[in-house]
């Protein structure tokens, strides 16, 4: 076996030396070391030697296995290192050719618009806050106001999670947390997801809100109008708003803002449906029985709230008439915001 060792030993060696592609390399390693190589078959016969010879073959055995390793190895890199040398003296590189483009990303038209109504409001004094997306009804609609038989507290108005715990259909939720953790006075904002059961050009089952809530002393109505007509001059610039009565559960009284169509500017369109002018928010003085709610007392303090969708007004600011087109990642679309 000491021959065969030997024999196999030398005739892997110049094998080796004399290949020329890591094809071959590969070849011979599997001939020599494979599981069906020549030296596997080899230590075969190791079950027929004496107990005194079988650790003196075994460990001629691991000698030759990393003697043929070491050629192989050392063969593979010289051949690798030819290769790179010849690849290095035939290829030409072009310096006058034009480099590669990058792409550079940009924010989602959504993510600039909430990071931009932030910034107006921040700059007016007003704290940001945040709150789950996963509520529980008493936050979502006990705490709000909002009867048992309001039509909002259907199901298909609504996401249950179980009888008790929705996915939150406004952000208004985070102003009750934030209003039973603070005293007045104080001014705050809550941007961020909510969830509604619908989908068309202008729904879709996840949107975004950016809420605002104002508490003091002698918080009127005025101030409202004051805060909302600077957030609209900074949006708009110099448009024309108006507000209109409308009813929440929680506001009373309650308004609806509209702005001056930014398309036609007054005119009417197919954007306005020929009205001139366009609904940007609801809003309105904080009900009582929500103050109550929280453990303020109604008498010594009041404030506003207002409600703005982010989609909303981007659409208006970008000239979008499809909300589902931010949710379709289409690059054609979003390489138009960069």
């Known amino acids: 076996m000491k021959d065969k060792l030997s024999l196999l030993k030398n005739e ?8 020329s592609t890591l094809q071959e390399i590969e070849d011979l390693r599997v001939k020599f070391l494979g599981k069906k190589g020549q030296l596997t078959e080899i230590s075969k016969g190791m079950k027929n030697l004496s107990a005194e010879e079988r650790p003196v073959i075994g460990q001629l055995l691991n000698e030759v296995r990393n003697d043929i390793t070491e050629i192989l190895e050392s063969k593979k ?43 107006i409001f921040m700059d007016m004094g007003f704290d940001v806050a945040d709150g789950p997306e996963v509520e529980y009804v008493k936050y979502n609609f006990d ?31 985070v102003q009750i947390r934030y209003m039973l953790e603070h005293k007045p006075p104080f001014r705050m904002i809550c941007p961020g997801k909510v969830y509604r059961p619908d989908y068309d050009v202008s729904h879709t089952p996840m949107f975004h809100q950016m809420e605002g809530l104002m508490i003091g002393e002698n918080v009127s109505f005025a101030n409202l109008k004051a805060i909302l007509t600077e957030m609209v001059t900074k949006i708009f610039g110099d448009t024309k708003v108006r507000f209109r009565p409308h009813f929440f559960p929680f506001t009373e009284p309650s308004a609806e803002m509209d702005v001056e169509c930014v398309i036609c500017k007054g005119k009417g369109c197919r954007v306005c449906k020929g009205s001139g002018w366009l609904e940007i928010m609801g809003c309105g003085m904080v009900d009582p029985a929500v103050l109550e709610a929280v453990g303020y007392k109604a008498d010594e303090v009041s404030g506003f709230a207002f409600g703005v969708g982010i989609e909303r007004v981007t659409m208006l600011r970008h000239g979008i008439d499809d909300l589902r087109a931010f949710f379709e990642n289409d690059m054609r679309f979003l390489k138009q915001f960069k």
């Not at 050719?97 to 959504?110: N, R």
């Open 12 to 19: 892997a060696r110049q094998e080796i030396l004399n290949s």
């Open 77 to 119: 890199i010289e051949i690798t290192k030819e290769l790179k040398a010849k690849q290095l003296k035939e290829e030409v590189i072009d310096i006058t050719l034009s480099g590669k483009k990058v792409s550079e990303g940009s924010l989602h038209p959504i993510t600039e618009t909430a990071d931009f109504l932030k910034t």
């Open 143 to 173: 705490a709000l106001n909002i009867p048992d038989s309001h039509p909002s507290r259907d199901i298909t108005d609504t996401f249950y999670i179980s009888d008790d715990v929705v996915l939150r259909t406004q952000t208004s939720p």
